[in-house]
């Protein structure tokens, strides 16, 4: 038996022991995880820093952020109505006599998480997708992401501390290093793999997909791949608040290098007086944008062909790029625009380009906006920088934008995810594989689940969520209402 096999053989085992632990003792595997990381805080972001480039005061917010959402899907599965519990009591009078039925959300069974580049702790070993899985009563395998191998192998040790101390399953949680061609390939096609959980590339993430669809039983993948987050510019904002836009859309496109999967890589406007003020101080603004490096050599190799290439397209002129030259593994910071005309002629100013980059289209009208936004592919997010007065003009293109992306955003950057309950980090493809679902917040765990009905079935063989007695005291829709009332 291969590593692999014995880790989905362990994987499965694992499963069937910690799908039957209460809500409460898996919230409180999942608190222990988080105290284990932030015990070894002092020991997790110097190797972060140095394998990532990331600055510390970075790290130190994202390790937070990655011990919150523990916290916070272990709040979630203690309170427990996430499970969508739904009762039908039985009718016998009725004609044919109506069954009693019983429906509720069960974990589907392992899952593999990979790890993503650009956030070594929250979108990584302990992450969003790893908590999510956790919560939902699955177990899980992490492919450790190489660019930092060290800081994903340190998470997972403090994570078996967690087991250690709370006594779950020995192998609730692994972790597997290795090539993702051939390690990755080889998780998503075992036959024990029941969901993926990935953040990356499009190639990375479609290739995922394209494995798990050739199973003999195929798998969901929930990818998180490829978005350029366009924000629309309308033209009153543009006349009142042009300096302020151009501060802080520069800050949004350099923030972290561009290394955010919400960077605002498109900004599409009408032409105007006050747009060609925009761009000249957007210009501005990035020409100051110091270069840093990027989090590996790999991610920097593509930026930079993926800059070349875009500044190499026909009719596209650079308005602003960092007066200081980048040294080594360092991004350029770069703005550029191109006419609507031309850019609806050229599939290739709609590809991402990873790192801080964005791309201005310039409009003859708002019917070449909604003609430019109709040619887009599905995204991450979309936003619109608007007045009153442009709501009001602009309500068609606002409404299309709600087609585009899983979160839409009026007046501020998209860069940034809060994490919470009414937090959507997904999209339609291709910023995902599955726009039905997201990759933050506490419906994540949806991700991880399956719904099963129970027909007929004496109230002593029920999960607790479904006795009559409720004795975990959630909220239920029993006969169409709503109540946490016992039957």
């Known amino acids: 038996m291969n590593d692999i096999d014995m880790v989905m053989q362990n994987a499965r085992h694992a499963f069937n022991s910690y799908k039957t632990l209460s809500p409460a003792k898996r919230a409180g595997f999942l608190n222990e995880i988080a105290a284990a990381i932030e015990a070894a805080r002092e020991l997790l972001i110097p190797v ?3 394998e990532s480039n990331l600055p510390l005061p970075r790290l130190n917010g994202e390790l937070s952020r990655t011990t919150n959402q523990l916290k916070m899907f272990a709040r979630l599965i203690e309170e427990g109505s996430w499970v969508e519990a739904a009762i039908d009591t039985a009718d016998a009078t ?3 006599p109506k069954p009693d039925t019983r429906k509720m959300l069960l974990p589907a069974g392992p899952v593999v998480v990979f790890g993503a580049s650009n956030f070594p702790f929250a979108f990584s070993t302990a992450g969003g997708d790893t908590a999510s899985a956790l919560a939902s009563g699955s177990s ?4 450790g992401h190489s660019a930092h191998a060290k800081t994903s192998q340190l998470v997972f040790e403090a994570m078996q501390k967690a087991i250690t101390k709370t006594g779950v399953h020995t192998h609730t949680v692994q972790h597997v290093l290795g090539s993702g061609s051939t390690a990755g390939k080889a998780l998503v096609v075992h036959p024990n793999t029941t969901a993926v959980g990935f953040t990356g590339s499009f190639s990375g993430g479609k ?23 366009p924000v629309v510019f309308l033209p009153d904002t543009l006349q009142q608040n042009s300096a302020a836009l151009a501060k802080s859309y520069a800050a949004s496109i350099a923030l972290g290098m561009g290394q955010f999967c919400t960077n605002p890589g498109l900004l599409l406007a009408v032409q105007s007086d006050a747009l060609d003020n925009f761009l000249t101080l957007l210009g501005n603004e990035i020409t100051q944008t110091l270069p840093q490096k990027m989090l590996h050599s790999g991610i920097h190799a593509a930026y930079s062909k993926g800059l070349d290439a875009a500044l190499s ?30 850019f609806l002629q050229n599939p290739h100013f709609r590809e991402e380009v990873f790192g801080p980059y964005s791309l201005a289209v310039c409009c003859d009208s708002k019917e070449e ?19 009153d007065a442009d709501i009001t003009a602009h309500q068609d293109v606002i409404d299309l934008q709600t087609t585009l992306a899983g979160r839409i955003i009026l007046n501020d950057v998209p860069t940034g995810v809060e994490v919470c309950a009414s937090m959507v980090h997904g999209g339609p493809y291709p910023a995902t594989t599955d726009g039905r679902f997201t990759s933050v917040g506490t419906t994540a765990i949806k991700r991880w689940v399956r719904p099963v009905c129970f027909q ?21 829709i029993v006969n169409n209402e709503w109540t946490n009332a016992a039957i």
Do not use: C
């Open 140 to 143: 899980v395998v992490i492919k």
């Open 48 to 50: 972060a820093h140095e």
């Open 456 to 476: 007929g079935f004496k109230n002593s063989m029920l999960p607790d969520a479904l006795k009559n007695g409720n004795p975990q005291n959630i909220w239920r």
């Open 94 to 96: 009725r004609t044919p």
């Open 207 to 229: 290739a995922l997909w394209e494995y798990a669809n050739q199973r003999e039983t195929p798998i969901p993948v929930f990818a998180e791949m490829s978005s350029i987050n």
């Open 313 to 342: 397209q026909k009719g596209i002129e650079k308005i602003g790029q960092a007066a200081k030259a980048p040294g080594e593994g360092e991004a350029f910071p770069t703005v550029a625009k191109v006419k609507a005309n031309i």
């Open 369 to 387: 906006l909604i003609v430019v936004l109709k040619q887009l592919k599905g995204q991450l997010t979309t936003t619109v920088m608007a007045t």
